[in-house]
């Protein structure tokens, strides 16, 4: 029998083959893929984030759970969709105009994924066009926009102002080293995060 507490071990050691494995099983055995992602990835992935808060464990730990997280949910996709399990939410994200950084982005995009959100990633330097194009394309309710240069902040108000003007109704959440509450607040954003982790608590809050 699958060991469900294992599968979310694994993630929480960032075992992705143990992960995968264990996933695969509880799959054959006939576990539903709702219950594995519930009870096994997600319960793995919230004590991962809830160990990141408190700083005992840092971004490459976090990184390595996340990619065991994400192999699995690989697998479980096609189940979850047969059962008609809807996602949590739609979250659009990406990384502004001019700014090339991406590993905090790619972490908050496994995280959100892991929390069972349908994720869609434009990756880097995102035109405020692409982002009003997708947003309204896809009739997302929370849109994420990260940076790491000071330089690229103005972006994420031009970014914001086009989505308003278009009519997009989607929140929107920033963060990146730079960023601040104020500055969030300033620019018109539905939210900022610090990290990863609480970016996940933040979405989850805003379509509660």
Do not use: C, W
């Amino acid at each position: 029998m699958a060991d469900l507490k294992a599968l979310a071990d694994s993630v929480i050691r960032g075992d992705q083959n143990t992960a995968v494995e264990t996933t695969r099983t509880a799959l054959e055995e006939g576990i539903a893929a709702k219950k594995v992602l519930d009870e096994g990835l997600i319960a793995g992935m919230d004590v991962v984030g809830a160990r990141f808060k408190k700083n005992e464990i840092y971004i490459p730990e976090v990184l390595i759970a996340a990619r065991a997280m994400k192999s699995a949910v690989e697998l479980l996709e096609p189940e979850l969709a047969k059962e008609g399990v809807e996602p949590v939410g739609r979250f659009l994200i990406g990384t502004v105009q001019g700014d090339l950084h991406d590993i905090g982005k790619n972490l908050v995009a496994m995280m959100l994924k892991g929390a069972g959100f349908d994720v869609i990633d434009l990756g880097v330097d995102v035109p405020p066009e692409q982002f009003v194009e997708k947003a309204r394309a896809s009739n997302v309710k929370l849109v994420g926009m990260s940076t790491l240069l000071t330089t690229t902040m103005p972006s994420m108000e031009k970014t914001i102002k086009a989505l308003k003007e278009a009519g997009v109704t989607a929140k929107v959440l920033i963060g990146g080293a730079p960023v601040t509450q104020s500055y969030a607040d300033k620019i018109g954003a539905s939210g900022y995060s610090p990290d990863a982790a609480s970016a996940v608590d933040l979405a989850k809050s805003m379509i509660a």
